[in-house]
């Protein structure tokens, strides 16, 4: 079968063979674990409330180099505790006022993160500076700074006590900038 139909059959037998190979060669290019990326959204700082365990969780979006991502890189949304560990909802416009951020302004990246200026409506008088990086293990690290107790530190978190008609206090948590000691303000409303 040396004419053109054995020609033809041998040249889909090549072609198939390729094909084969092309398939297996993505197969095992696909299953090759690529590194984990580091960028994604990143964890700043949480505030929690005195009528249950759901959570505000503030983030801020980074690319590959740990830069955050946009004019407004900062979000935040709840953690729906009470539901699972898993359950989140958004931000309701009424909830603005006391969750929402009134502005945000990234001050400026480079290959080893970059810096946003953010400032929350419910605290317009303390602005928080979040650093974004590179930790040792590859992951990208935010950390927000704020005063507290009248001296800079790094915030992780905010505890709202609630009475039947509003705020009582707002509890301030973070480290000191050496990450010697825990800080902690009360601010009485």
């Not at 040396?2 to 090549?14: E, Q, T």
């Amino acid at each position: 079968m040396r004419g053109p139909i054995g020609r033809m059959a041998a040249m889909v037998s090549r072609a198939h063979a390729a094909l084969l190979l092309l398939a297996l060669g993505s197969c095992a290019t696909a299953a090759k674990a690529d590194p984990p990326r580091p960028g994604g959204v990143v964890p700043v700082f949480s505030i929690a409330k005195s009528e249950n365990k759901n959570q505000v969780q503030y983030v801020v979006r980074l690319d590959d180099r740990c830069v955050p991502v946009g004019p407004s890189p900062v979000s935040a949304y709840w953690r729906m505790l009470e539901q699972g560990p898993a359950q989140t909802a958004p931000i309701l416009a009424r909830e603005v006022d006391a969750y929402g951020l009134s502005s945000q302004v990234v001050l400026g990246g480079d290959s080893n993160g970059g810096q946003v200026r953010a400032v929350l409506k419910a605290l317009p008088s303390r602005p928080l500076t979040i650093d974004t990086s590179r930790g040792s293990d590859g992951k990208c690290r935010a950390l927000a700074t704020v005063s507290i107790a009248g001296a800079p530190a790094h915030l992780s978190d905010v505890y709202v006590h609630l009475t039947w008609d509003g705020v009582d206090y707002l509890l301030l948590q973070g480290w000191s900038m050496d990450g010697s000691h825990v800080v902690r303000e009360k601010i009485a409303r």
